[in-house]
Each structure stands twice: as structure tokens, then as C-alpha cells.
């Protein structure tokens, strides 16, 4: 209440003021209008003291003005007001508060901070740049080192591709899928071998491939396939078919043959090192080599052969441990043919027989210690019957279902075991009888 009170008597105050003001104001007016309405003629000299008058006017009315502000001011000063707001007068700007100290710190602080980062050089040195830091040299050649990496990587990605399409191994697949019967799991396993070592050229050990079986399985004729695909890719010069019943047939002439075919062997690698090649070697009839040959053929396969002798390809066909491979086809015939659907990139026949035939063939001779054994199994009547319509239809023969019915079954099979009919002499006798037609 006290504080409504002070209030209303200050409102009071200024209106007397006001009042006050306002009335000396219309006196003042009251008495100039009666001067003027008593002189009847203006002159010069009413102009002057109506002019006087305005001044007086105006000059008293800023220091009423004035003292209302002072009163006003006052009353404040007397009557503080807690916990309401109070009327106040504008303020007015002026120069006389401000010292250097209030000045400053009405800087924003951001400003303040700002200029205290600036460096103060002396006055004889003048304004500076820092020094810049040295770059390093170990980075330049961090980055030459990076790019030299990225170079080579990139090249042996390349190399690799060019490798792959130099020998055409999608072509050879093809092929062999088209021309072998029943060695679905051989043609896997040699393709993967060859894939593995042909997809670049630094090598620490040549390939040696050993494929074993019965007679009339295959063996030769996907010799001749692979010689014939080779020459095509490599050249005539860098693929060598030896036949050791043609080559050396007299026992007491295998040492020379030994030297000549490994000079033969030699001339043939280097001509390959020059030429970026990969040369292909094949030896049929492997179980008729002498042991001369075979231990000149160790020497040459050897890792710790020159760069050379290290990127080249041995495969060797033989009809060694076929004893084995018919015995365990004869006795797992039913497991076989349930396991064969299963199968993956070898069949279940090259995975039960690589083991046998790999500890009865290290018995015979070391050089089979450093092979890579593949088994070719028998063939049923169905594989018979497609050797038969592949030759007919090469001859030129028409291709009758009955005629090859007839012709399949003139050919020896084993004892039927397990729904499956295997050929005592597999397809080597399908040309013979297709020439007699």
C-alpha cells in the first residue's frame, strides 16, 4: 500500500505541475493578445516585443521543463519502490561518465582477445612471418614407395589375366569335357592344377602331373588333347610328346636316351625362358621307362633347378597301380555311385584312390614322390556307347541307336556289381570295329 501511495502522490505532484505550467503559459498569452488587441495598427516595434514575448515564452517554459525534471527526481530519490516498478526519466547520453577504463571494457571480449594474439615484434626487426616448418623428405619417398606398391600390384593383376587368356584354359575345358568320357573327376583335378599353375609365371616348382589307369580309359587320347591345345597357344616347338617304346625301345640304349632327352629338355626351357612360355612335356607308356630316364627326369624336376627348369609341365600317363583301381571300383561300386552325387570338384574315386596309388607308386621310384597322382577309373557301357557315336560320327557314319547298341555289346564287360557294367577294355576297341563297318 505504501508503495501504491508513493506512486499516486508522485503522479499527483507532476499533474500540479503540469497545471501549473499550463496556466502561467495562457496567462502570459492572455496578456500578449490584449497588447495587441490594444495597439489598432501593427508597427515595427509591436513585431519586436511580439517576438520578445515568444522568447520569454519558450525560455520559461524550458526551465519549468526543467524543474519538473528535478522534482520528479527528487520524489524517486525519497520514495524508493521495492518489488514494483517505477516511472523513470530517459536517459540522456553524455561524455562525462566515460574514462579509458569504462571504454575498454565495453570492447566485446572476443575483440579483447583477438588483439592480445597479435605478435609484438620490436621496433628494429620490423613485422616477420614465422618460420615455416621443413617438410620432410621421408614423406616424398613414403609416397614414391606407395606408388612403386600400387605399380607392381597392379601389374602382376594384369599379368595374371594375360596369363589365363594366353593359354586359353576356358577353351581347354570345353574340350576336354566334350571329347574325355566318364573322367569327369580327372579332367577336374588336372584342370585345376593346371589353372593354379599357369595363372602366373614365377614358380618354385615345376608341375607334375602322373594320371594312372586301366588300359583303354583315356589316357593317351587326353594326351593328345592336351599336346594338340598347347601347340596352338604355345607353339610346335615348346610341346614334346615321347613315347618311350618309340624313343628308346632297347634297354641297353637308355642311358644315351636319358642324356638326349634331357639336352632335348634343356633347349627346350630355355627356348621357352626366352620366349615367356610355359613348355608342356608328356610321356606315354610311363611304366616302360627305364630308370636311366627316370633319374634324369628326377634331376630336371628337382626345385633346386635354375628359374628355367622351374616353369614347365610334366605329365605323365602310365598304367601303373591299374591293378588297384579295378579291385576297389569292382568292391565299391554301390558307394561309389551313392557318393557320386555328392561329389565336388573331385570325385569320390580320385579322393579314395590318390593315397593307394601314391604309397604303391613312391615304392617303385622317387621321381612319383613329386607327382601329383590322378586316377582314371573304369568305364561302364554307357561311356562305351559314347566313344562309339563320337567315332561314328567322325567317320562320317550315320548315327544309329540300335547299331551302337550292337556294337557296345560285342565289347568284353566284368561281372555286373552294383547296377554297373564295366568295360574289361574301356573304348580301345571302338575304332577298330568302327573301321570295319
Sequence with gaps: MSDQDSSTSASQT???????????????????????RDSPVPSLSGLSSSLSAVMRIKQKYRAMKKRRQDMAQGLAADVPLTGAPHRTSPKIFTFDGLTPSNFSSSVPQWKQKRRRKRVLYPNRGGCRAPPKQESSRAKYCLVLLCAIVFIQVYNAIE????HVLRYDLDGLERTLRREVFGQQGAVEGLLSHLKDYLSTYVHNKPLVVSLHGPSGVGKSHLGRLLAGHFRSVVGETLVLQYYVLHHCPQEADALQCARDLAA???QMVERAEEEEKIPLFIFDEAEHMHDEI??????LVDAKQSNEYLNAIYLFLSNLGHTHITKHMLQNSSSISMAAASSGRRSHLVKELTPILRSTLEKLHPLWTEADVLPLGLLEKDHVMECFLDEM?????????TNIERLAGEIEYYPETGG??????????????????
Design 14 to 36: 507532476e499533474g500540479e505541475v503540469e497545471g501549473e505550467m499550463d496556466g502561467e503559459m495562457k496567462g502570459e498569452e492572455e496578456e500578449e493578445g490584449e497588447k495587441h
Design 159 to 162: 599379368n595374371l589375366d594375360d
Design 264 to 266: 632335348l629338355i634343356t
Design 294 to 299: 627316370l633319374d634324369a627326369l628326377l634331376q
Design 393 to 401: 560320327t567322325r567317320e562320317g557314319f550315320y548315327p544309329d541307336h
Design 420 to 437: 554297373h557294367q564295366y568295360s574289361q577294355t574301356g573304348c580301345k576297341q571302338v575304332v577298330a570295329k568302327v573301321n570295319l563297318l
